[in-house]
């Protein structure tokens, strides 16, 4: 499955910011979907991730409160809502789906077989 994030772009300390995730095939329902990131000069990082049902939702402590993972899988799209966003969340953000069908979310971008080109975040001060 081919994945397409955007929703990316510039926005001030404190602002928000929604991530869409969307797939080319309609399986993508069956699947569980993650978000990680990349800031310059460091480590990719998860972020978020979602059971292929929607339900399962698990969350990096550095966002959790502040970022919310959901799925329209009628739209075979993913989102993240993120919210009192900060200089630190300033990353490009990917989203992946498993490759095992109805599988849990997962912390580790190991587990997951397909992945999105990423879309940049950036979050001034």
């Known amino acids: 499955v081919q994945l397409q994030a955007s929703g990316g772009g510039l926005v001030q300390a404190g602002g928000s910011l929604r991530l869409s995730c969307t797939a080319s095939?309609?399986?993508?329902?069956?699947?569980?979907v993650g978000w990680f990131r990349r800031a310059p000069g460091k480590e990719r990082e998860f972020v978020a991730a979602?059971?292929?049902?929607?339900?399962?939702?698990i969350y990096a402590d550095s966002v959790k409160g502040r970022f919310a993972i959901s799925r329209d899988n009628a739209k075979n799209t993913v989102y993240l809502q993120m919210s009192s966003l900060q200089p630190g969340d300033t990353a490009t953000y990917y989203c992946?789906?498993?490759?095992?069908?109805?599988?849990?979310?997962?912390?580790?971008?190991?587990?997951?077989?397909?992945w999105g080109q990423g879309t940049l975040v950036t979050v001034s001060s």
């Open positions: 979602s059971k292929w049902s929607g339900t399962g939702t």
């Open positions: 992946a789906s498993r490759g095992e069908a109805f599988s849990a979310g997962s912390r580790y971008p190991e587990d997951y077989y397909s």
């Open positions: 095939d309609r399986t993508f329902s069956n699947f569980a």
